[in-house]
């Protein structure tokens, strides 16, 4: 079954042939695919997550589950068909993924009606458990800052080490000079 074809072996709609071309070409471009589910959510909750989502990299987009489903059958994907069920949503998050899933968790947290339900990254499907682990990852500047202190540490060490020489040698001929004085 093609893009081009329907499950009943008719030409599928250029507009529907174009969508799961787009699709597509988001899931491959994407560093990671949220798959959550927004029964319930009113309109300004939905907004105000895909706000949120918009300033952590992320974007939250609503497709039809059969053409996603097109869709992941041409980006190579397995493993997700199970989670395309009820009103899907997908969020594509690029750049730092901790922190698009830190949003979602924290929406969904915060209304129980937004519900994760796994994901792709890396071309494989992932589950729930999966993006909340992703989410309880420090974010990349901590990341970063975390790095960057356990190379740090060391050369202060080092450095403390080679400052100490010369002033207990100092401190040593001090006192060999007090006492040949004395």
């Given amino acids: ?65 059969t053409l996603v489903r097109f869709a992941v059958a041409n980006a190579g994907i397995e493993g997700v068909d199970d989670l395309l069920v009820g009103p899907t949503a997908l ?5 730092d993924i901790a922190a698009v899933a830190k ?24 589950g729930a458990a999966d993006v909340a682990a992703l989410a309880d990852l420090p974010s990349r500047e901590q990341l970063l800052a975390m790095f960057a202190g356990a190379l740090q540490a060391p050369l202060v060490r080092t450095a403390g080490l080679l400052q100490a020489l010369p002033r207990n040698l100092a401190y040593g001929l001090s006192a060999l000079i007090d006492k040949q004085a004395a």
């Fill in 91 to 95: 969020t594509f998050a690029s750049g």
């Fill in 103 to 126: 949003v979602l968790k924290a929406g969904a947290k915060a209304n129980e009606n937004l519900v994760i339900k796994g994901g792709v990254m890396s071309g494989a499907a992932i």
């Fill in 1 to 65: 079954m093609t893009a081009t074809m329907t499950a009943a072996g008719r030409e599928a709609r250029p507009e529907k042939v174009a969508a799961i071309e787009e699709i597509t070409a988001r899931l491959n471009a994407a560093d990671a695919v949220f798959i959550t589910e927004y029964r319930g959510l009113t309109v300004s909750q939905i907004t105000e997550i895909r706000a949120s989502l918009r300033n952590a990299g992320g974007e939250m987009s609503v497709y039809k589950n």
